[in-house]
Nanobody
């Protein structure tokens, strides 16, 4: 089974930076796309950033210009670099991998890592 393991969550002050890592058990380029979701207190899960196997990246409006998704194929790892963090960014962040087939999309998830932005 596909395994995704997130790390890097921490308590950080507003305006600070943090980088999350997602280590995959398989070649990250075998997936149609990989990305990050988050779920804040009392909120629904939302997509934050995604990157396709070809390298095309998408971002939620709320993080565009502040967050950057990247990858290291040699390490089978996807990163989320977060800058200028705001209290609204506080959430559990989940790594996601998608495998798109003819009939459906398969989703694989990590266990989540907590990011808390507070002074």
């Amino acid at each position: 089974q596909v395994q995704l393991v997130e790390s890097g969550g921490a308590l950080v002050q507003p305006g600070g930076s943090l980088t999350l890592s997602c280590a995959a058990s398989e070649n990250i380029f075998s997936f149609s796309a990989m990305g990050w979701y988050r779920q804040g207190p009392g909120k629904e899960r939302e997509s934050v950033a995604a990157i396709t196997g070809a390298g095309h990246a998408n971002y939620a409006d709320s993080v565009r210009g502040r967050f950057t998704i990247s990858r290291d194929g040699a390490k089978n790892t996807v990163y989320l670099q977060m800058n200028l963090l705001k209290p609204e960014d506080t959430a559990v962040y989940y790594c996601n991998a998608k495998q798109i087939t003819t009939l459906r999309t398969y989703d694989f998830w990590g266990q989540g890592t907590q990011v808390t932005v507070s002074s």
